[in-house]
């Protein structure tokens, strides 16, 4: 399917903005959606709107099929073993901080040590902080390269053996960066900590297997891969995910309940309290299937065309700075124009006919430190 064809499936691009046809460069904020996502969520409604794992009618029936079906597509679409190490959130930042606040604040104390980097979004970043005041634990931070990427010597000099987590984004969302995680996962494991991948950036735009990368968690937006908004999951390995408290309690996560005390359903119900996303999830389902039907394969190699050739013309440009690594980077591009702020220029794109968010134009006002 050629870009054109694609293009037409978004109808959302179907329109002018300024006088100009619609360019959408903000995909890194939140995707636009292809008209079969929104296919699936109005079919839900006006069909197959039910709770799930309740009733026994019809509806629920078909509500719980379509919201563990997607459960199903997922945890195949990342490479997970069992859909039972997939639970489904509100998001990234909802993923990252169910592992900040069930796993890590239950294994780290005074002198323990939870690693990140300079570049990681505040939603992986905030938690970690909150988790360090919390247990005492030590925050630290793999330097950065000059380019903005990460070298493995620098990785294996700030984990060591009293680290107990490991986090860090896959694909940057200022810097484009991709980062060696498989080999940052390795080194974590070899001094017993665990790694947490934020997948928000990575998801959409390259084939993932979380079992080769041998991540522990992996978090993921289901509104960066061209799903609805408000669902994104968390994989765990099924292990770590057992040993797991809920942070949510209440609805569908009980097993027994009596006046003092409760317990929990099996994996992967226990963490998903109160009524789901079941929308959310049957149109995330409806994305994997829009994505796969490109492959993941063939999207991975169209961004780095266009990352390539927007780095080629930006660096023709005076007064231009690009951040970030000028090769081996994902389809987003960082610069800032000479002084001119970047709501500025972000202004003037629009009205030329692109959508860009600023923060895509200043990494400087960006990053994380």
Sequence with gaps: MNTSAIRELFPILHQEVNGHPLVYLDSSATSQKPVSVIEAL???????NANVHRGVHTL????????????????RFIGAKSEKEIVFTRGTTTAINLVASSYARSVCGEGDEIVITPMEHHSNLIPWQQAAKATGATLKYIPLQPDGSIAIADVEK????????????????????INPVKEMAAIAHKHGAKILLDGAQSTPHMKVNVQELDCDFYALSGHKMCGPTGIGALYGKKALLE???????????????DLYESTWKELPWKFEGGTPIIAGAVGLGAAIDFLNDIGMDEID???????????????????????GPLQNRTGLVTFNVGDVH???VATVLDAEGSRCGPATIAASRSCAG
Aim: glycine share 6%.
């Design 342 to 344: 970047p709501h500025d």
């Design 158 to 177: 700030t984990i060591t053996s009293r680290t107990k987590m490991v986090a860090v984004a896959y694909v940057s969302n200022v810097l484009g960066v």
């Design 301 to 323: 190699k169209h961004d780095r065309k266009l990352a390539a050739y927007a780095v080629e013309r930006l660096q023709a440009i005076e007064d231009v700075t690009i951040y």
């Design 60 to 75: 629920g029936s078909r509500a719980t099929d379509a919201y563990e079906g997607a459960r199903a597509k997922l945890a």
């Design 243 to 257: 040993q797991m408290e809920p942070v949510e309690f209440g609805g569908e996560m009980i097993d027994h309940v």
């Design 42 to 48: 109005k079919t839900y409604y006006e069909f197959d």
